[in-house]
């Protein structure tokens, strides 16, 4: 069981506008609040992240992407509730609520409700989604523990929240909502 008090430094560097390191389903992550634009800026200078490219957004429910979902045609919320929570990150037409950081230089944002315990404890503590980003340096493998982070990354995240994996072999699948297309399976 997770413990709120295990959670409490995570959530005040998020809060303050720190990145942090935590397992996901498939990689360790890193994250920060996704509407604090000098915490994606540096988010993204600690991987060496083409700022084109855009982050995914990781949450605890479906609720906690209703400011983002709003004005999404009704017949597209099908795909997303048959899928989450899971391993699926759905690409959004953006409705204005991104962060340029966050999505890139693209008309869409990526979108991904966690079934990894500690993904979802985390997101309901913070209190709505945060970044998810593979724990790596641009062109390197994923970290796959907390030592590997610790090993990359050392003194410039702001906590290191220690979990285990959730298990799958990859990274989520990614699909673009309104074409069904696949990105990245």
Sequence with gaps: MIEASDLEPAVAALRAGGVIAYPTEAVWGLGCDPDNEQALTRLLRLKARDPAKGVILVAASIDQFAPWLEGLAIELHAPLASSWPGPTT??????????????????????????????????EAFGGPIVSTSANRAGEPPAMSAEQVRATFGAELDHVLDGPLGGLERPSTIRDLVTGRVLRS
């Design 90 to 123: 759905w690409l959004v037409p953006d409705n204005g609520r991104s962060q340029a950081l966050v999505r890139g230089d693209h008309d869409r944002v990526a979108l991904r409700v966690s079934d990894h315990p500690l993904v979802v404890a985390l997101c």
